[in-house]
C-alpha cells in the first residue's frame, strides 16, 4: 500500500523528521505543521524531502483543522518537554494541545490517527504521565481509528550527551544504581513502527508497547561502549533517594516530569518484542549497534 495523505505533527522534531523521511520513501503524500519558530534547517529537511508545509501551532485549534483538512491519517509525535516557545508548557503543548489536535482530525473527517505516547511502565506520578494517558483516553473515545504508540527510553536521547551519558567523553550519568534492565530502543525503529501501523489493518485500534532487542542495564549499556571505543569510562550516579527528592520538590510541572522519568528509568523497563516483532516486522537496533556507529573515529579526521 502506499499514496495515503498523512499530516505529521511534530515534525521538526527528532522522530517525527525521520517518520517524514520514511513515509516519503513509502510514497506517501506528506504534509509537515510548521512554526514561524522551527528550526530553519529542518525546516529546509522536510521541503527538500518533498514534503508539503503547512504553518500552524498545537495552541491555536483553527489552524490544527487547516492542516487536517483533506488529509487520511496524522501521526502526532509533538511534545514541549525538550521544544519549547513561550506559552508552551506540558498542559498546553503535550495534553491540550494534542487533545485540539484529535478534535481536529475527527471534525475534518481525517480517518486514522498515531499517538506517540509513551511506555505503559512510566508509572511515576508527573504532569506528562497526565497528559499521555488523558489524550490516549481522548483518542480512544473519538471514534477515529486510533494507534497508541508507547515506545519506552530512545536510545539516542537517554544514551546520549544530552542527558549526561557523554560517550564522546567517556563520562556517564546514572539515574539510580543502573542495575534495572531498560528495553532501550532507537527511535528511528519507532520512526518504521508509527509507518507500519499507518499502513497494517491489524494496527488500528491497538496500544502497541515498543522497547528494543534486548533488555540492559545502564551499567551493561556503559559495559557495551567501553568495549565499543575502548575507553574507561566516569559513571556517575544519580541516587534514587535524590531523584525521589527532586520528584517531591520539582518547582514546575517540567522539572517534575523529567525526575519521573528518571526514577521509572531507575525502576527499569523490561518491554518484550515478541509479540509485536511477529506481526510488524522491524529489524531492531541493538544499543551494541548504536554505540558502535556513534563511537567510530570520525572518518573525516
Ligand atoms: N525521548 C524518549 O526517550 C521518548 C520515549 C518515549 C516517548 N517519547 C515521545 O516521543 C515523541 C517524540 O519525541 P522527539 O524526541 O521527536 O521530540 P522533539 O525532537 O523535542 O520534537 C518535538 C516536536 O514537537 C513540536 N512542538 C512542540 N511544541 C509545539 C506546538 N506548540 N505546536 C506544534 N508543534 C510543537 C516541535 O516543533 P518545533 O520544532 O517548532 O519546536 C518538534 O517538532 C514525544 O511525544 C515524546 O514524548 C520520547
Not at 542495564?217 to 571505543?229: G, T
Amino acid at each position: 500500500m502506499g499514496g495515503m495523505k498523512v499530516l505529521v505533527v511534530g515534525a521538526t522534531g527528532l522522530l517525527g523528521s525521520e517518520i517524514c523521511e520514511k513515509l516519503v520513501a513509502k510514497g506517501h503524500k506528506v504534509r509537515a505543521l510548521v512554526r514561524p519558530t522551527s528550526d530553519p534547517a529542518r525546516i529546509e529537511r522536510l521541503r527538500s524531502m518533498g514534503v508539503e508545509l503547512v504553518t500552524g501551532d498545537l495552541k491555536d485549534p483553527r489552524s490544527l483543522e487547516k492542516a487536517c483538512h483533506g488529509e487520511e491519517a496524522v501521526i502526532s509525535t509533538a511534545s514541549s518537554t525538550l521544544s519549547r516557545q513561550p506559552g508552551d508548557s506540558i498542559e498546553s503543548v503535550d495534553r491540550d494541545g494534542t487533545t485540539n489536535l484529535i478534535d481536529a482530525a475527527k471534525k475534518e473527517r481525517v480517518g486514522r490517527f498515531i499517538f506517540t505516547s509513551f511506555s505503559g511502565k512510566f508509572e511515576e506520578p508527573s504532569p506528562l504521565r497526565d497528559a499521555k494517558r488523558g489524550v490516549e483516553e481522548h483518542l480512544k473515545r473519538s471514534g477515529l481509528e486510533d494507534t497508541i504508540l508507547r515506545p519506552t527510553y530512545f536510545m539516542e536521547v537517554w544514551l546520549g550527551p544530552a542527558l549526561g551519558f557523554d560517550y564522546a567523553k567517556s563520562s556517564a550519568v546514572i539515574y539510580g544504581a543502573g542495575e534495572r534492565k531498560l528495553s532501550w530502543v532507537s527511535f528511528r525503529n519507532v520512526a518504521e513502527f508509527a509507518v507500519e501501523a499507518l499502513e497494517k489493518p491489524s494496527a488500528r485500534n491497538r496500544l502497541i508497547e515498543l522497547g528494543g532487542p534486548q533488555p540492559l542495564s545502564p551499567l551493561e549499556a556503559v559495559r557495551i561502549f567501553e568495549r565499543q571505543s575502548g575507553k574507561k569510562f566516569e559513571v556517575k550516579h544519580v541516587p534514587e533517594e535524590a531523584l525521589r527528592q527532586q520528584h517531591s520538590a520539582a518547582p514546575d510541572p517540567l522539572q517534575k516530569s523529567f525526575a519521573a522519568l528518571m526514577l521509572d528509568y531507575a525502576g527499569g523497563d523490561n518491554v518484550s518484542m515478541t509479540e509485536v516483532l511477529r506481526e510488524f516486522p522491524v529489524k531492531l537496533t541493538s544499543v551494541e549497534e548504536y554505540a558502535r556507529a556513534v563511537t567510530a573515529p570520525d572518518p573525516k579526521k
